[in-house]
T-cell receptor, first 111, second 119 residues
Framework: QKEVEQDPGPLSVPEGAIVSLNCTYS??????FMWYRQYSRKGPELLMY????GNKEDGRFTAQVDKSSKYISLFIRDSQPSDSATYLC???????????FGTGTRLTIIP | EAGVAQSPRYKIIEKRQSVAFWCNPI?????LYWYQQILGQGPKLLIQ????????DSQLPKDRFSAERLKGVDSTLKIQPAKLEDSAVYLC?????????????????FGEGSWLTVV
């Protein structure tokens, strides 16, 4: 069993739709939860991070962590074509140390 | 602010040959990482440096991979001899001086990667 599981997709939705991306993890020691966005042939860039359980909102993006079920979610509201990318969830025991990534979900927003 | 620079961007080699990748982190970033991303998978940490010391190399295949960070700035990742399964993107990343607790001041910045194809 992988430490972080993520549906690879691909996922295609029309512009303006709400997108839900999810990951599950197995290691209860993970404390930090991150979402990275990776455009084609580019390096990942950090979108959002949360510590422990709870929600965090940043513009059109909302990250949720439920440690009781070991479930991580990213919601994108009013999706735009520029949101088309691969979204990677990542976890760690402590900050930036030894991130464990999911496989990534490839998202396409259709104009 | 300049980002993380990597070279070469693309490399094709035959199996059993050697290859080296170079990385120049963001100025002032003491922590440098090398990640391997195989097609269709998430990045996997190979090695982490703090200044010029190794913090974590537990997932580095030391029989064929080596990495160094001279003078705590640039870094080189070498593969010798290469295997077919080494075909991947090698991502260099850096973060600001203090590692540990994540906050807006010390997120990791990734380079665009070096794409390796072993034939």
């Amino acid at each position: 069993q992988k430490e972080v599981e993520q549906d690879p997709g691909p996922l295609s939705v029309p512009e303006g739709a709400i997108v839900s991306l999810n990951c599950t993890y197995s290691n209860s020691a993970f404390q930090y939860f991150m979402w990275y966005r990776q455009y084609s042939r580019k390096g990942p860039e950090l979108l959002m991070y949360t510590y422990s359980s709870g929600n965090k909102e940043d513009g059109r993006f909302t990250a949720q962590v439920d440690k009781s079920s070991k479930y991580i979610s990213l919601f994108i509201r009013d999706s735009q074509p520029s949101d088309s990318a691969t979204y990677l969830c990542a976890t760690s025991n402590f900050g930036n140390e030894k991130l464990t990534f999911g496989t990534g979900t490839r998202l396409t927003i259709i104009p | 602010e300049a980002g993380v620079a990597q070279s070469p961007r693309y490399k094709i080699i035959e199996k059993r040959q050697s290859v080296a990748f170079w990385c120049n982190p963001i100025s002032g970033h003491a922590t440098l990482y090398w990640y391997q991303q195989i097609l269709g998978q998430g990045p996997k940490l190979l090695i982490q440096f703090q200044n010029n010391g190794v913090v974590d190399d537990s997932q580095l295949p030391k029989d064929r991979f080596s990495a160094e960070r001279l003078k705590g700035v640039d870094s080189t990742l070498k593969i010798q001899p290469a295997k077919l399964e080494d075909s991947a993107v090698y991502l260099c990343a850096s973060s600001s001086p203090v590692t540990g607790a994540l906050h807006s001041g010390n997120t990791i910045y990734f380079g665009e990667g070096s794409w390796l194809t072993v034939v």
